[in-house]
């Protein structure tokens, strides 16, 4: 008997536990305003407008739309001089990756990579969409820093290296 109240127990405290753990949901920060919807996305859910004061009425006097941006905003000299860059090519454990950058008006107007692992059919299908990808990442931050292709991880690092040595050669 004693051995089925401390089993009864125990698996009573775990329920408990289990049920009362919370899991973060907001793990991935929020999204940037969506252009000219008035929408943010978070990793809860979307809302729109804003949201009003504490104690004040709903639609009192407040806009619940955000206007739409007319431009967006300039992009910072990069300070790279004209020309096109090679980046040494960078070993990875598929196979060496080789990025060339073309400067055009001191920003990266061209993104090639010049060698890339394709080995075997999964290099080819992998490749296939992670060096556009990454290519248009580039072309968009007009630097390093950008996010890696999932599945394309060892790929991506082999990029992001030799792409910031061919930015450092623009760089003089």
């Keep these: 008997m004693k051995k089925i109240v401390i089993a009864l127990l125990t698996t009573i405290s775990g329920v408990v536990l289990l049920f009362s753990y919370r899991t ?6 929020p999204t940037s305003l969506a252009a000219g919807t008035g929408t943010t996305t978070t990793g809860t859910g979307t809302s729109s407008g ?3 004061p504490a104690g004040s009425a ?4 407040q806009s619940t739309a955000h206007p ?3 431009a967006p905003p300039p992009v910072a000299s990069t300070g790279l001089m004209d020309g096109t860059y090679q980046g040494p090519s960078t070993s990875t454990r598929w196979g060496p990756v080789q990025v060339q950058i073309t400067v055009s008006g001191g920003k990266v107007t061209d993104v090639q990579a010049i060698d890339y692992p394709t080995e075997n059919g999964r ?3 992998i490749n296939s ?3 556009p990808r990454l290519a248009t990442e580039v072309l968009a931050a007009q630097s390093a820093t950008i996010d890696m292709v999932s ?4 790929t991506s690092r082999g990029y992001i290296t030799s792409l910031q040595s061919a ?6």
């Excluded at 930015?167 to 003089?172: F, P």
């Design 24 to 29: 973060s949901t907001e793990a991935i920060p």
């Design 50 to 52: 804003t949201v009003p």
């Design 58 to 61: 709903p639609g009192a006097g």
């Design 68 to 70: 739409a941006p007319s």
């Design 123 to 125: 290099d080819q299908q």
């Design 129 to 131: 969409y992670a060096i």
């Design 151 to 154: 599945g394309a991880t060892v």
């Design 167 to 172: 930015l450092d050669q623009a760089k003089g």
